[in-house]
């Protein structure tokens, strides 16, 4: 058996960023972000997995077991390899080839299912009790020790600045519910916490928005990785949240995300995954819509790296301007920079 040892990668302590370009290109005084991408693995996924494989440390557990649609896994992965506990992972089919690729080189062992839904939670949970291994997924319901890792982005957050909002990309509800959480420490008035979902699987915005009688749909149409829970384990905690700060739920297109992906990188130079890009476009249409204003200082939770995700570039030639000759290149040049000065 490995040694195990502390699980230390660098996690934690992520900056909060100015988005200052983004914010001038749509008229408000002043965006800000929290660089979860940052993380080892780069997600905050890893802060979680520090948490749940010190918790398995503790326990003596034989390993992990969990779910995953690609951050939680690679996360788990790195940590897990770190302490020296082996893991096994079940994740769905439709995982982006970059989430999976990323896990692959610790070693864990991978199952590919057609989908992973609440039973399938609670057969992986049986297994764990079984088999002595530590459960591992991102959901208070079923790691408890693991989400408290989360918290600590609330934590830091009250000690980064004033903010009047929080825009939370949120998918099984358990980093809503941890960042509120971890916000809420000291007794003080919490900033109010936003649930950002994919219009087609918002299951959580949608009760919160009273269109549903439940934070559950039957199935989900979207294509952000990462956010595709229609029965969240939770949901009922995330709704408490954000209610208890006066928050609210949106609901976002995923052409949206996508065309906020590009701006965040075109104009900031912050490449994130599109699930991250989701709740920052529900920023700005709140902005538009009047539900925040020029006085405000709304702050976004920018979770996962955009290398986790590059389905939308696969292209062989996307980005790509071509040019028959350096000739052609000097032309444009020169038809780009003619009305412009010297540097």
């Not at 208890?244 to 949106?250: A, L, P, S, V």
Request: charged letters at 20%.
């Amino acid at each position: 058996m490995n040694e195990r040892r502390e699980p230390y990668l660098g996690e934690g302590q992520t900056p909060v960023l100015s988005l200052t370009s983004l914010a001038k290109h749509f008229g408000l005084p002043q965006i800000s972000a929290k660089a979860e991408y940052l993380n080892p693995t780069g997600s905050y996924k890893d802060r979680i997995a520090a948490a749940t494989v010190k918790d398995a440390i503790r326990q003596a557990n034989r390993g992990w077991i969990g779910t995953s649609s690609g951050n939680g896994g690679a996360a788990m992965s790195a940590y897990g390899s770190r302490a020296g506990l082996p893991g096994f992972l079940c994740i769905p089919t439709n995982t982006p080839p970059e989430k999976l690729k990323s896990i692959v080189p610790y070693g864990t062992t991978l199952f590919l299912v057609p989908e992973i839904g609440m039973r399938e939670m609670d057969a992986i949970k049986n297994l764990s009790d079984e088999f002595n291994l530590k459960m591992s997924v991102t959901a208070y319901q079923y790691n408890p020790e693991g989400m408290a890792g989360a918290e600590l982005i609330g934590s830091e957050l009250r000690a980064q600045g004033s903010f009047s909002h929080v825009y939370v990309p949120t998918g099984g509800g358990g980093l809503l519910v941890a960042v509120a959480r971890g916000l809420n420490e000291i007794s003080q008035r919490s900033p109010k916490i936003i649930c950002a979902q994919p219009s087609g699987c918002g299951p959580i915005s949608r009760y919160l928005l009273e269109e549903i009688d439940a934070p559950t749909i039957p199935a989900c149409d979207s294509k952000i990785s990462g956010l595709l829970l229609p029965d969240p384990p939770d949901g009922r905690l995330a709704t408490d949240a954000v209610r208890r700060t006066e928050g609210w739920g949106c609901l976002v297109e995923d052409d949206k995300a996508y065309l906020m992906q590009d701006l965040l990188a075109q104009k900031e130079g912050i490449f994130v995954e599109p699930a991250s890009a989701l709740a920052l476009a529900a920023m700005i249409e709140d902005f538009r819509q009047g539900h925040i204003s020029d006085s405000d200082n709304p702050l976004v939770i920018l979770t996962g790296s955009g290398l986790k995700d590059l389905r939308r570039f696969e292209q062989p030639d996307a980005g790509l301007t071509h040019a028959a000759s350096l000739s052609d290149l000097q032309h444009m040049l020169k038809a780009t920079f003619s009305h412009t000065s010297d540097f």
